[in-house]
């Protein structure tokens, strides 16, 4: 008898939870583009529908989410394939990547992985434009060379000072994820004063629309799919004024209309409050994804309402993050501790926990790296439990 393998098994599977959505009259038809902002999606749309798995919509996209999404930042080659395996079998749904991750090897393995699953169509695939800024910034480097020093002095003290007077870096709003996370806002606000002063030259638009263009196809090409249900642009704003800029819309609508993405979405670990109040305001993004855990959540609960009554997709990112990094305050862990005093869940699962008890969130996205703590974060999806007073 022919063995079956581990990924023959997980297309097995969710051919049969196909087939049992379609009799049952669950699957949907989703709109080809979401409705316009705060209005209801005309339908819902299951992909990989698995008993235990709970499921949220994702905004107004109408899809139909895991709670918990699949982080493939460190998914580089095939030794993933068993942790992703595991992740589709117990009902995950969505799968999110970025161009940056490994320089488009994780999108190459993430491709390959579908295409020999033969599951493309049985999942949410998201990527993002993570060197959409490259160029932009290389033609911006063009105008700031022509700039006299007085000039270039006169906008980063204005920089300086809008970043002061913003907060941006307040202890206990700003927390560095990784290396060098704080210093792209100096790099953001100088981007935004010299298009606020200077603008777009001619024929600068044209070239950036054709170079987001190159970048999406060249991810289409290595996850081996002729679209992606969501796109982030830009991939880690830092500033809300960025947002602004009617070329991304623009790019976004005619991505949309080509049938090469189906929603729009930006990601953000900086000033993450007024860059999530900004992107429900602007009206574009179908989708936001941010930094939001048991440290900063104080400051972002009514704006996660507010995109959820907006129609605007949440992914919540770094939930558990902060009890991976090195040098955090003992606070943090005593906090989420006393909110949950499960003594059986470990800390990660615990975080994702915490954060599932808002039911304004859509979902959260987790990097779960073994069978083990794929089994560890599934134990928490769909609990209700009572927050304790902290």
């Not at 580089?76 to 009902?91: I, M, T, W």
Request: proline share 4%; with cysteine.
């Amino acid at each position: 008898m022919k063995k079956t393998t581990r990924r023959e098994f997980v297309q097995r599977s969710l051919a049969v939870s196909a087939g049992l959505s379609l009799a049952q009259g669950i699957r949907l038809e989703a709109a080809d583009t979401p409705p316009a902002p705060g209005q209801a999606p005309a339908s819902v749309e299951w992909r990989n529908r698995q008993e235990g798995m709970a499921y949220r919509q994702l905004g107004r996209t109408g899809m139909m989410v895991s709670e918990l999404m699949v982080g493939s930042f460190p998914f580089n080659d095939e030794s993933c394939y068993p942790v992703l395996d595991a992740q589709l079998e117990c009902g995950m749904n969505y799968i999110d990547t970025a161009a940056s991750y490994s320089n488009g090897k994780v999108e190459e393995t993430i491709g390959t992985y579908l295409d020999d699953s033969k599951v493309r169509d049985n999942v949410f695939l998201s990527t993002k434009l993570s060197y959409f800024y490259g160029y932009i910034d290389k033609v911006l480097a063009e105008l700031d060379k022509e700039l006299p020093d007085s000039r270039k002095r006169e906008l980063k003290s204005e920089l300086s000072e809008l970043m002061k007077a913003r907060r941006v870096l307040k202890p206990g709003y700003h927390m560095n994820f990784f290396d060098g996370q704080e210093n792209q806002f100096e790099k953001s606000y100088y981007r935004h004063l010299l298009l606020r002063d200077y603008g777009y030259r001619n024929g600068w638009k044209k070239k950036i629309k054709e170079h987001s263009r190159k970048l999406l196809q060249d991810s289409l090409n290595r996850l081996k799919t002729d679209h992606v249900d969501v796109l982030f642009c830009p991939h880690g704003i830092s500033m809300p004024d960025l947002m602004e800029d009617g070329l991304v819309r623009e790019i976004f609508e005619d991505f949309k209309q080509e049938g090469l993405i189906r929603a729009s979405a930006v990601s953000f670990h900086n000033d993450v409050a007024a860059n999530l109040s900004k992107a429900i305001d602007v009206g574009y993004y179908d989708v936001v994804m941010f930094a939001y855990n048991i440290a900063n959540h104080a400051a972002l609960e009514s704006l996660v309402y507010k995109a959820k009554e907006n129609g605007v997709g949440t992914i919540a990112m770094k939930v558990a993050r902060l009890f991976k990094m090195e040098e955090q305050p003992d606070w943090r862990v005593g906090k989420l501790n006393t909110a949950i005093p499960d003594e059986n869940l470990t800390t990660f699962a615990k975080a994702y926990l915490w954060a599932l008890q808002n039911p304004n969130l859509s979902c959260c996205v987790s990097q779960m790296e073994t069978p083990e703590q794929v089994a560890d974060n599934f134990s928490i999806v769909g609990r209700q439990v009572e927050i304790q007073p902290v």
